[in-house]
């Protein structure tokens, strides 16, 4: 299985999320996780966690001009705490950007997702910033799985609502999971016109703790482990298998501009969008994300999402 993490602006903990999906996903004694570092803008991970800069993205595309077995990958991944294993790739964002274009150029595409596609297999792949022509791009539209991670401040929405219909089209299960402090919840859902797989709070100590940083005893005292039990509740969420979509009945309206099309949402939180139909956003002026007092109803009692 292939999970693709990015974002459109800022770092809203892309790498962070990826760290805590792989620790905390099921069944990971049975499971192979890889946690790839595919963003463009450079790595993070060999720094965080005091591991050498090789094995890893820069030597699997060496390797990769001469062979093409994806078991080559595992050749070129280090240890990561709890069992997962790390494709490290190098902190310069010119060096990382010339080797992801050297890894997703080759004739029969990058080797990332034919590993995913081994049985009791995760890579979690990290592509950072998915901007426009990004060469992590080639990757996540491989995806059996992309989540869009965006803060909820005003800017921040903006840049999401600009490319949630492009991104949906990527792959057959999209979702937009949203961080730390902002607009509340069911604010957003209603201004964006898609619902969240979840909310990620603000805890900044397990944040440090996921990714090697150790913090001071003062500083570890009295945090909740928020951040932790969320992604253990995400990772459950995408572990299900997919439901297969019906096809949308004939009397389906015809698209409006600016108002997504049909979207489907399982039990389990997952928004799932049909091939095809979904949120025409990206052809439309992206909506303001206006602020609750101006636009026809109340605020939340707390005007801010809670931190967990």
């Given at each position: 299985?292939?999970?693709?993490?990015?974002?459109?602006k800022?770092?809203?903990?892309?790498?962070?999320?990826?760290?805590?999906?792989?620790?905390?996903?099921?069944?990971?004694?049975?499971?192979?996780?890889?946690?790839?570092?595919?963003?463009?803008?450079g790595?993070?991970?060999?720094?965080?966690?005091?591991?050498?800069?090789?094995?890893?993205?820069?030597?699997?595309?060496?390797?990769?001009?001469?062979?093409?077995?994806?078991?080559?990958?595992?050749?070129?991944?280090?240890?990561l705490?709890?069992?997962?294993?790390?494709?490290?790739?190098?902190?310069g964002g010119?060096?990382?950007?010339?080797?992801?274009?050297?890894?997703?150029?080759?004739?029969?595409?990058?080797?990332?997702?034919?590993?995913?596609?081994?049985?009791?297999?995760?890579?979690?792949a990290?592509?950072?910033?998915?901007d426009?022509?990004?060469?992590?791009?080639?990757?996540?539209?491989?995806?059996?799985?992309?989540?869009?991670?965006?803060?909820?401040?005003?800017d921040?929405l903006?840049?999401?609502?600009?490319?949630?219909?492009?991104?949906?089209?990527?792959?057959?299960?999209?979702?937009?999971?949203?961080?730390?402090?902002?607009?509340?919840?069911?604010?957003v859902?209603?201004?964006?016109g898609i619902?969240?797989?979840?909310?990620?709070?603000?805890d900044p100590?397990?944040?440090?703790?996921?990714?090697?940083?150790?913090?001071?005893?003062?500083?570890?005292?009295?945090?909740?482990?928020?951040?932790?039990?969320?992604?253990a509740?995400?990772?459950?969420?995408?572990?299900?298998?997919a439901?297969?979509?019906?096809?949308?009945?004939?009397?389906?309206?015809?698209?409006?501009?600016?108002?997504?099309?049909?979207?489907?949402?399982?039990?389990s939180?997952?928004?799932i969008?049909p091939?095809g139909?979904?949120?025409?956003l990206?052809?439309?002026p992206p909506?303001?994300?206006?602020?609750?007092?101006?636009?026809?109803?109340?605020?939340?009692?707390?005007?801010?999402?809670p931190?967990?």
């Open positions: 299985m292939l999970i693709a993490l990015c974002s459109v800022g770092s809203p903990g892309v790498t962070t999320l990826a760290v805590a999906l792989a620790m905390t996903w099921p069944h990971a004694e049975s499971t192979r996780r890889l946690v790839a570092e595919v963003d463009p803008s790595g993070d991970l060999a720094m965080r966690f005091g591991l050498p800069s090789t094995p890893g993205l820069v030597s699997l595309a060496a390797a990769a001009r001469r062979t093409r077995d994806p078991a080559a990958v595992w050749d070129h991944t280090q240890a705490p709890g069992g997962a294993r790390a494709l490290v790739a190098p902190p010119t060096h990382a950007r010339a080797t992801l274009s050297t890894l997703a150029t080759a004739p029969d595409g990058p080797l990332l997702p034919l590993v995913a596609r081994d049985a009791g297999v995760v890579v979690f990290d592509c950072g910033r998915v426009p022509g990004s060469p992590a791009e080639a990757i996540a539209r491989r995806a059996d799985a992309l989540v869009l991670v965006t803060g909820t401040q005003g921040d903006a840049h999401a609502t600009a490319r949630l219909g492009e991104l949906a089209r990527w792959t057959p299960r999209p979702g937009l999971l949203l961080t730390g402090d902002g607009y509340p919840t069911m604010d859902e209603r201004e964006l619902p969240a797989i979840g909310r990620l709070p603000h100590v397990t944040a440090a703790t996921l990714t090697g940083r150790r913090q001071p005893l003062a500083r570890r005292r009295g945090t909740n482990g928020g951040l932790a039990r969320h992604a509740a995400l990772a459950r969420t995408l572990a299900e298998p439901t297969p979509i019906a096809s949308p009945p004939a009397t389906t309206p015809a698209s409006v501009p600016g108002v997504p099309a049909q979207q489907v949402r399982r039990p939180g997952v928004l969008i091939p139909l979904g949120p025409q990206a052809s439309a909506p303001q994300v206006r602020d609750p007092r101006h636009n026809g109803h109340q605020p939340s009692p707390a005007g801010k999402e931190r967990a």
